[in-house]
């Protein structure tokens, strides 16, 4: 190692941040030190390396642990060619352009020949609340974004107008540079281009050698009829631009359905809880269900129903997403009973009570039939 400065103290994090912390913070520190931000300031790339050398070891769960006990002793032996032990890789650092990639677009990655592959821009995410008559029936909407976009300056090439991108002198445009250590040749990033394999002398001053800058962006949407809560609709090449003219990455819209008033959904599905009066319960009759689909459903409620019971409508439900037919409806019932009862209908039902045989409800009856036989009376 180049420095005996504590990683975490480079990283400003905790030893006890988990993944996300450490990547984050790497993340902040990397853009503030990149030689194309800093205009080449030596002081700038060392600290630049230094970073990276420290997320190396502190983001792999085995090197973590190894640095958490040893510090930078656990490193040493392998960089002075020992054998044995614990090792941070070969020549320390190789697979910095991993790094490279998931920070900028670009990478140290390398095809045939070891040459560079471009590395398309980040995936975006976008969340989008709808009604649940609008997944019923779907639904054209447009959203606004800000995201990262082709820099207008340079057309994306990161190089200030006038000027040119140049292949990179130290490793002749390959990214990597190769190093002796004892009996073997190891592959390193580049310390000029950083794995880019190309520098820019001049960089734009509008996206300060990016080759992209953060835009709004107006973007139409078409929802389709049946989609569910959590359904993901892909928008191919409306995310991240990639670095210096690289491909963009997608943008993907999650979907998130407001909770109905009336209806609660299962798949394609739908359930109402619908209360009936007791007389209705028992004498049987007809009620109406409004639909998404705007059309009102008679439902027939047979004699002598019980609360619980469910009655299924056909085809009334959600329509099937990129599919034909429809879902059901599920009509639960509850049966209501009165609380206020005028003098009349308190006279009707004495009388009605007094007519019981106990046939009339079979389940209670034999409820407390079990009761008088437990008691032994």
Known sequence: MTTEIDYYELLE?????????????????????????????????????????????LKDPQKRAAYD????????????????????????????????????????????????????????????????????????????????????SCDGSGAEPGTSVKTCPTCKGHGQVRAQQGFFVVERTCPSCHGAGKVIESPCRSCRGEGRVDKPKTLSVNVPAGVDDGTRIRLSGEGEAGARGAPAGDLYIFLHVKRHSLFERDGTTLFCRCPVSFTTAALGGTIEVPGLDGVRHSIKIPVGIQSGKQIRQRGAGMP?????????????????????LTAKQKELLEAFRETETGEECPASTGFFGKIKDLWGD
């Open 13 to 57: 994090v905790e030893r006890t941040a988990d993944a996300s912390v450490l990547k984050s913070a790497y993340r902040k520190m990397a853009m503030k030190y990149h030689p194309d931000k800093t205009g080449g300031c030596t002081d700038s790339e060392a600290k630049f390396k230094a970073v990276s050398e420290a997320y190396e070891v």
């Open 320 to 340: 099937v997403l990129n599919g034909r037919g429809q879902g059901d409806l599920v009509v639960q019932i509850d049966v209501e009973t009165p609380t206020k």
């Open 69 to 152: 006990r040893f510090g930078h002793a656990a490193f040493k032996q392998q960089q002075q060619g020992g054998g044995g032990g614990f090792h941070a890789g070969a020549g320390g650092f190789s697979d910095l352009g991993d790094i490279f990639e998931t920070i900028f677009g670009q990478g140290g990655g390398f095809g045939g020949g070891g040459r560079q592959q471009q590395r398309r821009g980040a995936d975006l995410r976008y969340d989008l609340e709808i009604t649940l008559d609008e997944a019923y029936h779907g639904k054209q909407t447009e959203i606004q974004i800000e995201v990262s976009a082709v820099c207008d």
